[in-house]
């Protein structure tokens, strides 16, 4: 497996190390779950397997609507 070195500010490396605590297992596996959502969220291209669809991008696309149809009037909405 590759090692990348990354310098960070200390405010940012303390909230990593927060959410490594509250969040993830290991340091290693918050890193490579943050970095993979990271590179689906700009649809930079991972691998063969599954592509950039994770289920994390699947569920965003899920719970998007089309806003391009008529949005209807004020008439429309009805308590």
């Known amino acids: 497996m590759p ?3 990354v310098n960070l500010p200390d405010e940012l490396l303390v909230e990593f190390e927060q959410l490594v605590d509250e969040e993830f297992i290991s340091e290693e ?3 490579e779950e943050l970095l993979s959502m990271g590179m689906d969220a700009y649809g930079a291209p991972m691998d ?3 592509g950039v ?3 994390f991008v699947q569920s ?3 719970n ?3 806003t391009a149809g008529d949005p209807g009037g004020l ?3 009805v308590l």
């Open 3 to 5: 090692v990348v070195e």
């Open 29 to 31: 596996q918050a890193v």
């Open 48 to 50: 063969d397997e599954g």
């Open 53 to 55: 669809q994770s289920d």
């Open 60 to 62: 965003a696309q899920n």
């Open 64 to 66: 998007l609507f089309d």
């Open 75 to 77: 008439d429309d909405d």
